[in-house]
């Protein structure tokens, strides 16, 4: 069992910013691929964005391409998505999750999830 939770985020005006955190335990960390998830109203959930366990390769939705980055610091068991030039299409609960496996990209299996955190985006 890997326990996942998100932290970060907020109610931010158009065009700011935001860094979203999840610290892991029950695993060896390091050994894990990440993503990130969300889910706007009245949509499914999309993939975000995704990085290898050493945090060399990183994988993004073409929505977010350029504005947010993916990141992780194995040393603190914790990965990171910084967003950016934040829009309101941007509004929405984040999740975090992690595989079994070393890598990741949208099409991986991950199999721990965590709870939330609640993005907003105001105009």
């Known amino acids: 069992q890997v326990s996942l939770l998100e932290s970060g985020g907020g109610l931010v005006q158009a065009g700011g910013s935001l860094r979203l955190s999840c610290a892991a335990s029950?695993?060896?960390?390091?050994?894990?691929?990440m993503g990130w998830f969300r889910q706007a109203p009245g949509k499914e959930r999309e993939f975000v964005a995704s990085v290898n366990f050493s945090g060399g390769i990183t994988n993004y939705a073409d929505s977010v391409k350029g504005r947010y980055t993916i990141s992780r610091d194995n040393a603190k068991n914790t990965v990171y998505l910084q967003m950016n030039s934040l829009k309101p299409e941007d509004t929405a609960v984040y999740y975090c999750a992690a595989a079994l496996t070393r890598w990741a990209t949208r099409a991986t299996k991950y199999e721990y999830w965590g709870q939330g955190t609640q993005v907003t985006v105001s105009s």
């Open positions: 029950g695993r060896t960390f390091s050994s894990s691929g």
